[in-house]
């Protein structure tokens, strides 16, 4: 006969196991209780201390069906997790590790909840609020997280990550303000926009196809090109540069990277002095480009 083995059921995930100072053992006058069943014994000085809620919720007489042996028992709408993070962040003990992004945001909106203030987390979001995997994935969410929380460094950060939003949609502008509470957010955007824009005709412009030099001995057939071919390139320079610095961290690694273009054509291929300068300008150019990069506008300022 083989043996069976029992297999995990997704849809019948394990029990939450509650962890001290709110297990079934831990002293306690309270029970907070999950819609999962999960309870998490408290004491209701340390809840009413941090949230005006919790005190009115417990100032009310208890009905004998809400309790669970001597503990009165109050449910909640947060899972298991959300609750534990935020009772142990209200508890004087080890600070609680947030370790992704969609719990920080249900953190917030519990704290919003019970009226608990918000300044309390930007202590435990720090490391979260800068990790690249949640920067790339919701750059919108983590800058207006960190703007919520006021926490100016993590929102500096996050600004790097949203040159790619479309500030013309009205549900970006909209669901920017719903999550700061005001437009100051997006008007920091548009400032970052105004100056990069400004900013970027400097690093395209280092794309200059007439300083590009050859050897004393050969001339340029394409020096003189007409006006209206020489604005054609510099509109297609000027538009995958901007692309490339829309990275959160440009960098130029070659010519053809940066500009989309590898520079004027080499026409005397057989003369080596030729190529040597071209190679020469080349280097230049990457060489402007990395020190202009350093002063382009990356962040919202203040």
Not at 19 to 40: A, E, N, R, V
Not at 183 to 194: E, G, I
Not at 223 to 245: C, D, H, I, W
Request: with cysteine.
């Amino acid at each position: 006969m083989s043996e069976q083995h029992d297999t995990p059921n997704p849809s019948n995930p394990a029990p939450f196991v509650v962890k001290p100072p709110f297990h079934s053992d831990s002293p306690g006058d309270c029970i907070i209780q999950t819609p999962d069943g999960t309870q998490f014994v408290v004491y209701r000085v340390i809840l009413s201390l941090a949230s005006s809620v919790w005190n009115d919720m417990f100032s009310l007489p208890q009905s004998s069906e809400g309790f669970s042996g001597e503990h009165p028992v109050i449910p909640v709408e947060e899972d298991p997790e959300t609750m534990e993070t935020l009772l142990t962040m209200l508890y004087p003990m080890e600070p609680p590790r947030i370790e992704s992004y969609d719990l920080a945001i249900k953190l917030v909106q519990a704290c919003d909840k019970y009226f608990i203030n918000t300044s309390r987390l930007s202590t435990f979001l720090h490391d979260i609020l800068r990790a690249t995997e949640a920067l790339e994935k919701n750059p919108l969410g983590v800058y207006a997280l960190a703007w919520r929380l006021q926490m100016k460094e993590e929102v500096k950060i996050a600004s790097r990550y949203t040159h790619c939003l479309d500030l013309y949609d009205q549900g970006v502008v909209a669901e920017l303000v719903r999550r700061t509470g005001g437009l100051n957010s997006v008007m920091a955007l548009w400032d970052l926009r105004r100056r990069r824009e400004t900013a970027l005709d400097g690093i395209a412009s280092l794309m200059d196809f007439a300083q590009w030099t050859w050897c004393s001995g050969h001339s340029r057939s394409d020096r003189n090109e007409a006006p209206s071919k020489v604005v054609s390139k510099y509109v297609g320079v000027r538009s995958f540069v901007r692309t490339a610095l829309d990275q959160p961290y440009p960098a130029c690694k070659s010519v053809q990277q940066f500009f989309g273009h590898s520079g004027p054509a080499l026409y005397h291929d057989s003369c080596e002095d030729c190529k040597q300068a071209v190679d020469r300008k080349g280097r230049e150019i990457i060489t402007s480009v990395t020190e202009a990069i350093e002063k382009f506008p990356q962040t919202i300022e203040g």
